[in-house]
């Protein structure tokens, strides 16, 4: 190791490797392509250090990050996931964290780490027989997509287009998709899930007055 060369020797060292060495992929230029093409992130760490035995006991700690975005999951797959792992997963980041120590070493860790992935990944996309009975009361979040206010922004906009054209072509998908709409949607969606605030009430009006066209 370098540990205990000087400066001027370890550039000395550096210069004759790099005769050795290649160009860093032009793919993996930025952190977003690397984390693309290599989503799972290995954490471990080495210690130097004086001591009766060579091996550090915290070196045979594993932690393992991956964005939920980066894994292929449906909608119940997904919340399921995050249902199943905890406070794992951090929200604001997208990532779940597990972390082994309980082998003695480290490679142990590490496949105990990807096993504990696999089924937690499989687990998620399982349905059981109980959750086909699952209610809108059942639920600890607010979903649109089939609720009251998802009819009522449907029969609102056909009663407005009418009531100025006469009669209404539009089908539930085309309202749905209208850009007003979703604006609206989310609006729902996060005063439902997120609670009531100042910021979150002016956004449902607006969403409001544009649906209507009262800006």
Known sequence: NFLHLTPPAVRRHCAVLRQ?????PVALATDAACEAHFPLEVVTTDYVHSGPSLRHPDARIVTIKVK??????????????IKLVGD????????????????????????YT???LTVLYLESWNTEPWEAGITPADRDEFLFEGSASEQNVVTTIKAIQEAEKGVSHATQEDILQNADV?????????QKNEG??????????????????LN
């Open 20 to 24: 050795f060495c290649t160009d860093w």
């Open 68 to 81: 939920l975005s980066q894994l292929e999951l449906d909608d119940h797959a997904r919340k399921k996931l």
């Open 88 to 111: 794992r997963y951090d929200k604001e980041t997208d990532v779940l964290t597990i972390a082994a120590d309980r082998c003695p070493h480290r490679k142990q860790n590490y496949d």
């Open 114 to 116: 990807r096993y504990l």
């Open 182 to 190: 979703q604006q609206y949607r989310e609006a729902v969606v996060t």
């Open 196 to 213: 009531e605030s100042s910021e979150h009430v002016q956004g449902y009006k607006d969403s409001v007055k544009r649906l209507l066209g």
